[in-house]
Each structure stands twice: as C-alpha cells, then as structure tokens.
C-alpha cells in the first residue's frame, strides 16, 4: 500500500528498549497508568509540567487530545525530548499526524506542523481489551471519517486520493470489533488526510463537542469527537451524494464500493444520539458553516442545508 | 434562474453574505470569509453550479465576482441574460 510516510511503528518491547536507554517518564491516562508504569519500567508524571529537565524521553499514553498537548507542548518546550506517542485507543491517529487539535478556552484550534510529528508510535493492542463496543464504533467512525473526507477534499491530488482509497478499503474490510488492524489503518488515515483536509464530519464535530460537554449519549459516554464523527458520518455521506456526483464518480474511478461504505456508515448510526445533538447543531450551526473543515468539504455547505441534517429520516 | 442569479446567491452562501452586500463589484479584500479557505469553498460551488473547474491560478488571482464572470465567460458560460 502507498501510504504516506508516518512515524515508524513500534511495539511495547522495542519501546521498553528505548525507554531503558534512562531519563524516560510515562504520562498516562490515569486508567491505564499503573499497568503501562509496570509495563514499561519508566516512571509516570501527573502532567506534562512534571516532565523533569532532565528527561530526554517521553512517552504519552492516552486518546488524540492527550497526544495533540504531548506534541505542541514538545514542539513549544521541550524540542529536544524523543517523543513516543502510545494512543490508547485508535480512530483519532494522533499519533501519526503533524496536525494538532487543540481546546482552547473552548475554541478548536488547528495547527499543522511537521515538528508535531512523535518519533515514535506504538501500538499495544492489549489496552483494546475490555473496550465497550459503543467506544469502538465511535473510534471507527473517526478512522472512517478521516479517510473519506480526505479522499473526497478539494485539496487531494490523484496520487493522495489513491492512497487514501487504499486505506478506506482497508478500514472497510476490518471487523467492528478491537482488532489491533485497526491502529495501523487508523492511523494512515490520518497521516494521509492530513494533507488534504477534511470535510463536513469534522466540520460539525468540531463545532459541537465542546458545545455537548457534560451531555452523555445513550451508552453514558460522553459527545466526544470521536462519537460525533460517527454519528455524522452517514448523514454527512447522504448529503453529498444528494448534491453531487463526485462521490459516486470518485467512487468507481478508485474502486471503492459505496453499498459497503454506507451500510458501515449506518451501522455507526444511531438515530436517538443523534436527535439528541440536533438542537445543538441547529443553533451552530453558522459556526459549523464558518469551520475550517467545512470548507474543504467535497460539496458546498449552504446555510438552508441544515434542513437537510434535521429531515425526520435521521431522527 | 440565470446564471447571474445563480452566481449571486453562490457568493451570498459561500461567504456568508447579506443579500444587500452583494454586488458585481465586491472585492475579496472587503469580505473577511473570502480566504484561502473560501476560495476553496467559492471553486467547488462553481463547479457545481457551472461545470467549471478552476484551474488554481485562476482561483487564487480572483480578486472580485467581476473576476468570476469574466472567466466563466471566457470558457463559454454566458452571464448576457437579464
């Protein structure tokens, strides 16, 4: 597979090997912390403001958000510092781009950089056990959506979109279950959109978690990006069939068979999640409008397409 | 609907206009959503709206809808109606 180039991917024992070099320190989602401590014989820090000085390697352990502040805080403070990036669950592939989704005082910031990139990315498909399925469909529709919208950006050039082809094939073919596959694919998804932008999915996801904190979806868990995306994904892939032939025409052109795209896509759908984030969508959805992702979307976004995401079939 | 009018309500969409802000004469430096961004946006709307693509050069030398019309009537696409 042509993927683009992204950080070698490692597993626990070659990062235990570089760990031992010295001066390592771990910081970790705390559900995870004292295994990957154990595992990985380096101590922990609670924060990235605890990374000693003389620290010349770090690892961080945990989901996109956690990995985005580990990249921009090396790249802002620590340049020196061997960053390892361990995601602990797949979907947002962080772990393998140079763009960084930042919250600030609850703005999404977006920064591309290539000095983002970790040194490493390790995959320890251990930490998807115990996964809840509504956690996994979430981090599929993120993988999915990263694919996708890059295969479908205005910005993509014919060889990046064949790459990117590849890789949706690829996702498509995984099971819905935590196959450790799915970090590989999630995280050339990534890499590869990354250099062409996304789309509409993104756009609204956004816009919309920091808007839905403190709400939970049906299975308690939280709206999250990951959640959003894959809530959005089929609506967002019947909004540009309905107002384009790009999809249909790119599709056949690369091979890529849309009966199984949006029979995947429904699966990661749930209507009473979704009427629950419509409120919050009608009432942003100039923001959404404005977001830098919609605006490399596939088709053009209009204001009155918002009926479009409210019509009684999505609810 | 003519292709004016098509064009019209293309920009008010993309760059989150008011109807009352559109002219033929609106420049790119008086719209703040008319970026690097919007010129992506403004390039796929007239693909679909007109069948035309772009080329980037064309796209990022727009400098008004002037600039549109005169290169959508150079490849064809008549703005004479109304």
Known sequence: MRFPEHPARWNVEQLRGELAR?????????????????????????????????????????????????????????????LAALPSLFGSGAEASPVAVLNRDGVKKIEVDERLLPDVRVVWPELLEDLPPARLRAAAGDALSHALEGFLSPLADEELRGSLAEILAGLLALPLAPDPDWFEASAAACAAQSRAGVGLVHGIAHQLE???????????????????????????????????????ELAVLHGIDLAVLETRAWQLFDGEDYSRCLPALEANWRAVLL???????????????LAFFTEERFR | MTNHE???????????????????????ENVDTWDSLGIVSMAVGVH???????????????????????????????????
């Open chain 2, 48 to 82: 679909e709206t007109f069948g035309y693509h772009f080329t980037p050069d064309e796209a990022t030398g727009i400098e008004s809808v002037a600039d549109i019309v005169r290169i959508l009537e150079s490849k064809g696409i008549s703005f004479a109606e109304g």
């Open chain 1, 22 to 82: 010295g001066d390592a320190f771990l910081w970790s989602l705390e559900r995870f912390r004292e295994r990957a401590t154990e595992r990985l014989g380096v101590p922990s820090v609670a924060g990235l403001s605890e990374v000693p000085a003389s620290a010349r390697r770090l690892v961080v352990l945990g989901g996109g958000a956690m990995i985005d502040e580990a990249k921009v805080w090396r790249r802002e403070t620590r340049p020196d510092l061997w």
């Open chain 1, 291 to 305: 977001d830098p992702c919609t605006r490399t979307n596939s088709v053009l976004v209009r204001p009155q397409h």
């Open chain 2, 6 to 28: 098509k064009l019209r309500d293309l920009i008010i969409d993309t760059f989150l206009l008011e109807p009352s802000e559109y002219s033929l004469e609106l420049r790119r």
């Open chain 1, 210 to 248: 920091g808007r839905l904190a403190g709400e939970r979806d049906g299975a308690g868990f939280a709206f999250g990006h990951a959640k959003l995306c894959s809530l959005f994904l089929a609506p967002v892939l019947a909004f540009d069939r309905a107002h384009s032939p790009k999809l249909a």
